[in-house]
């Protein structure tokens, strides 16, 4: 039951039965926060197909080079995003930066861009990912039917929807779970191929930097699929106002994270040398079941199981950051007023998480899901880049903006530059699909000024949308959260 109480002069007071008030508590502790960020960031790229990198960079040398290069350039961003994660204590990340640095337009096509087609398309190519390998040891050696693999990837996407309606506690807990699960899995890989190392298998790692095959036209998109592997630093972001002491535990969970992820990164590629050549890491269709086949016999057919789990982890760390970016919004009046709701017993975002569902099942079963990541990855680059100038245009615009964490100006310079230099070899490599991903994003601006700007609407269709926000909230028992 909920009573609404009065408050002197500030209105109405909502509290649940328990007397506690109606919203999201700070229950990101240090632990859940790097949980967040290895947990998202650690995704299936690592175990199924770090082969992009040695495939451009041309030799085993270069390609470890790259990984270290890589996760140093994420550090930088990472830093740049945890001061302003300091200076503005506001959940929704890229979002709620652009909000401040550029203006509500700006933010909008963001947003906009992130409903319509890049998170659904995101969320849904990583559980299919998770859907396929939980099903690989119940069909091995056969193929998966197709369909079997949907079902699967649909039953994983509605867990993860449930878990993080339920409890914001359990769906911590269980990120935590699901992030030592992971560093096991590479654990279990890093152990055997040092052993190996040490015991003097080096054959490998002979000529390592043999520059005959190393092309320099390769090393941008060489950097290209490192930092995508490493994309996800800034989800802690999104959950700003839910952190612990966020001037301290912010900063401190994105530089564990970085160096705990840069290090597995490098040490498993390492250990991948150890028993593969360059051709046979190339060549293979998942690279460690072809390492634990090589190395552990029988028990590679754990591996597919490990990666599900993986998969499962970055779903469940997505959903509970984005859910906060839809949250802020509709308080920002971007978005309806119901996704600012809260849950009135579970006290979670319960609108808000559940926006992405049906987009998500539509693109999983109806839509072209790859194409449109294409389209979409390299905004991802051009909007990370405005956040991180918008850091830099806010320390020339508002100097006396308080900065418990500030960081040299190179590191965000540098990282913005990487950034457009990305966007640019995007429409270089690839300029229908970014023509295409441009465009999409584009329609953000007519929808600004229909929906949001011009904001006379009719009295009958404002009468509509004032029903169903209402009938919303009754079925979903939701209110607005007491600031």
Known sequence: MVRVTANGQNGRKVQDEDNRKVGLGKKVTLLRGISIIIGTIIGAGIFISPKGILKHSGSIGMSLVVWIACGVLSLFGALS??????????????????????????????????????????????????????????????????????????????????????????????????????????????????????????????????????????????????????AGWFYLNFVTEEVDNPERTVPLAICISMAIVTSCYVLTNVAYYTVMSAEELLASEAVAVTFAEKLMGNFSIAVPVFVALSCYGSMNGCLFALSRMFYVASREGQLPEVLSMIHIRRHTPLPAVIILYPMTMLQLFVGDIYSLLNFMSFLRWLFIGVVVLGLIYLRYTKPDLPRPFKVPLFIPVVFCLTCFFMVFLSLYSDPVNTGIGFAISLTGIPAYYMFIYFNQRAKWLQKALDSFNRTLQIVLMVVPAEQ
């Not at 193929?143 to 990837?153: E, F, G, R, S, Y």
């Not at 590479?186 to 790692?205: C, D, H, R, S, W």
């Open 81 to 230: 995003y945890a001061e302003l994660g300091t200076c503005i204590k506001k959940s929704g990340g890229h979002y709620t930066y652009i909000m401040e640095a550029f203006g509500p337009q700006m933010a909008f096509i963001r947003l906009w861009a992130d409903l319509i087609a890049i998170r659904p398309a995101a969320m849904a190519v990583i559980s299919l990912a998770c859907g396929q390998y939980i099903l690989e040891p119940l069909f091995m050696p056969c193929d998966i039917p197709p369909l079997a693999i949907k079902l699967a990837t649909a039953i994983s996407i509605t867990s993860v929807m449930y878990l993080n309606s339920m409890s914001v506690t359990w769906t911590a807990r269980i990120q935590i779970f699901l992030t030592f699960s992971k560093l096991l899995a590479i654990a279990a890989i890093i152990v055997p191929g040092m052993y190996q190392l040490f015991k003097g298998e080096t054959t490998n790692f002979e000529n390592a930097f043999d520059l005959s095959k190393v092309k320099l036209s390769g090393m941008p998109l060489a950097f290209y699929s490192g930092m995508y592997a490493y």
